[in-house]
């Protein structure tokens, strides 16, 4: 135990260890993580990364430059370098990984509980070692007086400045996830593979510089560690988004059986399953009478990787959605999904909501909920959503039938169209 | 000053204010990185400047402060003209650079490193030359991390090396940083322990 008490007393690792926690617990509370996804939340929670691996960094290079200005890294001990490095080094990976786990737990509690996901866990866990390691070299090679700042700076501006440069697929070499996860999302392998090559390649370059080889096959040594790691991680995620994700597999999805039709969500979502099945059976029944085509498959898969012909449903409140919400929600999936106008953008979403509130009324939403949510149109010189609503509502099934397809037809444009096609005729 | 210049590798420092002033004028010198929901966007140029201050601590950390403070050498003036030279130069060297339409930012650069320069001013004299740029590097840090003041285009008054190179009152901030490092540097007797050497 006293030595134990020295090592608090004279390591900064353990002496600011408090201090690192609290910050990551904080930063922590920033983030905002969608539902109860325990992957997006573990991946906003490792978030902290950028300032957890520069202080793991830093107050491993105290420790390398300790063993320096002691003398002691030369000297002629009977343990192996590696261990007495480890010994000078675990209290600044393990405070560093309990700052992270706080932070993960945080962020998971603030979703909505969970067990957190061990992926984007383990490749911050291998950040912080990799850093660490290259901290303690830097240390041991150089003054502190340069070594600090480095170690400080370094780990900010790969963890900071990577993910804010072009190409933009950069950022899933350095085990920053912080844009996964939506929930229709997973973790892609790519960049777990790509991040974790790098860190092994920084681990490698490490091991290199420390070692007693001459400086040339040191130097080359190194530099081929990192440029081999570098390149194979690289070619790995090179075209991928800004996030760093796939498609989530579909056996996660819970569906359950309602009228004619299919309902299937994802697990964070299963509270609102129960009622759902209960009200879209009335729902089905409703659009059936007044026109409206519904498909048999409602599931909040990425539309890209559901089945053809289903509606994609999007999911948010976690199991208090209500009835109105239901109905808004099974609404919004009929809507179509909006071009990729190469000039200018898409100017037809703006009248989405017309076909919404329709689709809204139609399923049987009080007028009150309607009006509440459909207060104003996107446009004042647009005419009111109500007014168009209540006359579809008047309207014979051939007028209705002949405004969904106009309407729908807008929602497809690029540029200009008539305002006067969103009346009733 | 021969072996001063020499003890304080003085060449060293010179090669620092090239770099800096090379790193600027390449097209990753204005890429502003925001890391936190919390933090202040950061040029890279933030990062730039700390090269040089770091350079001068480090040839400084060299000194033996028990044997240069009986010595009839003004050292520690030298050291403090070393580091505001030094400054001085890069930002020199900078504001030449944006004027010549080299660098987009040099502005930016001039005012973090004469912060900085403060700030290592304000920690040698609570400490050692030797880690005195950790808390330059530390202050940086908190920026990125927590220097978000009311909307992401203004940082919080206490992060104004990430403001706009017009805004007047950053200028006085570092212009305070360097007045309260001088004036610690100079009141503060420095330390005179074997931690002063490198």
Known sequence: ?425 | MGLWWRSRRGGLVVASIALSGLLLVTPLAPIQAMPSPAGASVALACLIGLITPAAVAAGCARSDPWLESAGTRPTRAYDYLLLMGAVSGVAGLSLLEQSAGLAAIGQVCSRAGLAYAGMLLIGRSFGAWRSAAVLPATYLTLVAVAGRGDDVLHPAWWAWIASDAGELSSWLLTTFCLALGTLLYWRRSPPLTSAGAA
């Not at chain 1, 983030?31 to 957890?52: C, E, K, M, Q, R």
């Not at chain 1, 603030?110 to 911050?124: F, K, M, T």
């Not at chain 1, 076909?355 to 009150?368: F, H, K, S, V």
């Not at chain 1, 509502?393 to 397809?405: E, I, Q």
């Open chain 1, 1 to 425: 135990m006293r030595g134990m008490a020295t090592r608090v007393r004279t390591m900064p690792a353990l002496f600011l260890a408090p201090g690192l926690v609290a910050g990551a617990i904080w930063y922590a509370s920033l983030v905002h993580p969608a539902d109860a996804y325990p992957v997006s939340a573990t991946a906003l929670g490792t978030a902290g990364l950028a300032f957890i691996v520069p202080f793991a960094a830093a107050t491993a290079a105290w420790e390398g430059s300790r063993l320096r200005r002691g003398g002691f890294w030369h000297g002629p001990w009977v343990r192996p370098h590696a261990e007495i490095l480890a010994d000078r080094l675990w209290p600044a990976v393990v405070v560093s990984i309990v700052a992270v786990l706080a932070g993960v737990e945080a962020s998971v509690l603030e979703s909505g509980g969970g067990l957190p996901d061990g992926r984007p866990i383990g490749v911050a866990a291998l950040d912080i070692v990799a850093f660490a390691a290259a901290g303690a070299a830097t240390g041991l090679l150089l003054p502190f007086a340069i070594a600090g700042p480095l170690a400080i700076v370094v780990p900010l501006f790969w963890l900071a400045f990577v993910p804010a440069m072009d190409p933009v697929w950069l950022r899933h070499i350095t085990g920053m996830f912080r844009d996964c996860c939506a929930a229709t999302e997973d973790l892609s392998i790519r960049p777990i593979v790509a991040s974790s090559l790098v860190d092994l390649g920084i681990l490698a370059a490490t091991a290199f510089a420390i070692s007693n080889v001459t400086e040339i096959r040191r130097g080359i040594a190194m530099g081929a560690s990192l440029v081999v790691a570098g390149s194979v991680a690289t070619a790995l995620v090179a075209g991928m988004s800004y996030a760093p994700t796939s498609n989530r597999s579909l056996a996660d999805l819970t569906c359950a059986r309602a009228s004619a039709a299919t309902i299937c969500v994802w697990p964070e979502h299963q509270a609102d399953l129960i009622p759902m099945v209960r009200v879209l059976p009335t729902v089905l029944a409703r659009w059936s009478d007044a026109g409206i085509p519904a498909p048999d498959l409602f599931t909040e898969a990425e539309s890209s990787a559901a089945p053809a012909g289903s509606a994609t449903l999007v999911l948010s409140g976690g199991g208090a959605l209500g009835d109105d919400g239901i109905i808004e929600a099974l609404s919004s999936s009929l809507l179509p999904t909006y071009p990729n106008c190469l000039n200018g953008g898409s100017t037809g979403w703006q009248v989405a909501e017309y076909l919404q509130a329709w689709y809204e009324a139609a399923a049987g939403m009080p007028d009150a909920s309607l009006a509440a949510r459909h207060e104003r149109p996107f446009d004042p010189s647009y005419p009111p959503v109500m007014d168009v609503v209540q006359k579809l509502s008047r309207a014979t099934l051939d007028s209705r039938l002949a405004w969904t397809t106009r309407v729908t037809g807008i929602t497809q444009a690029c540029g200009d169209w008539a305002v006067d096609q969103l009346q009733v005729r």
